[in-house]
């Protein structure tokens, strides 16, 4: 309807991100799994009638998964599900933010185990060397049985709303390190790419998975496992 154009984030970002894989040949359609509108029934999975069991669902349907981290990296603090976990600590919330920017959410930081605030204009160097920092320590205060990576791409230089100036290399060196940690330890992982406000950010998403791709750390079993190229089978790949 137009609406895209009245505002900076791009709403075509994951189709060209696909695009862009495909022209790679990382994805081919046979690999797409299309999104089917939810049921009830499949409501009920994640909700109860009261907030339809306030997405405590990974616990309740997923044999094995007693604990899980969540490790944020959007320029912005996590605060939705920060609320929706505030008393569970079974979930243990590592995030890193533009502390100067929205929501600012006093409350919701409350649930965040692991807090990094960044100042404006944060760059690769000291932004890179906190997050690897960060990501180890979490992992080893509470070893969780899945992790779930918020790999916003709303950090990167020029973006007005994340306020950082992280350059496209040092976004794909990010999630590089977080797979390096999270999956030297065998833990299964699953990314999702969340924010980002600028036209290039599907570009550099599908350089990220590309590169993770081709040392190993996403796609087929490999000979061996290490913190330099872990290979145990993960979670699917990309389902859009």
Do not use: C
């Not at 409350?107 to 204009?121: H, N, P, S, T, Y």
């Not at 100036?165 to 794909?172: M, R």
């Not at 040392?215 to 190229?229: D, F, H, R, W, Y």
């Amino acid at each position: 309807m137009g609406l895209e154009k009245l505002h900076p984030f791009d709403a075509g970002k994951w189709g060209k991100v696909i695009n862009f894989l495909k022209e790679e040949k990382l994805l081919s359609d046979s690999m797409l799994v299309e999104a089917r509108e939810a049921s009830d029934e499949d409501l009920l999975v994640v909700h109860t009638r009261r907030y339809l069991n306030e997405l405590k669902f990974l616990f309740d349907r997923v044999e094995g998964i007693a604990r899980a981290t969540i490790i944020d990296l959007d320029a912005h603090q996590g605060n939705g599900h920060e609320r929706d976990f505030m008393d569970d600590k079974r979930v243990y919330i590592m995030d890193v933010y533009n502390r100067h920017i929205y929501p600012g959410d006093r409350f919701a930081k409350q649930a965040i185990r692991r807090k990094v605030e960044l100042d404006w204009g944060a760059e690769d160097e000291e932004y890179l060397s906190k997050v690897h920092r960060n990501v180890e320590r979490a992992l080893q205060e509470q070893p969780p049985d899945v992790v779930v990576y918020n790999a916003g791409t709303d950090i990167l230089e020029g973006d007005r709303l994340g306020g950082l100036s992280i350059s496209p290399g040092g976004i794909v060196k990010r999630d590089e390190l977080v797979f390096r940690v999270v999956r030297g330890q065998q833990i299964p992982i699953l990314m999702v790419t969340s924010g980002g406000y600028q036209k290039r950010t599907a570009r550099i998403i599908a350089d990220s998975i590309l590169n993770l791709h081709n040392l190993g750390l996403i796609g087929p079993e490999m000979p061996s496992v290490s913190a330099q190229n872990s290979d145990t089978p993960l979670l699917p790949l990309l389902v859009p």
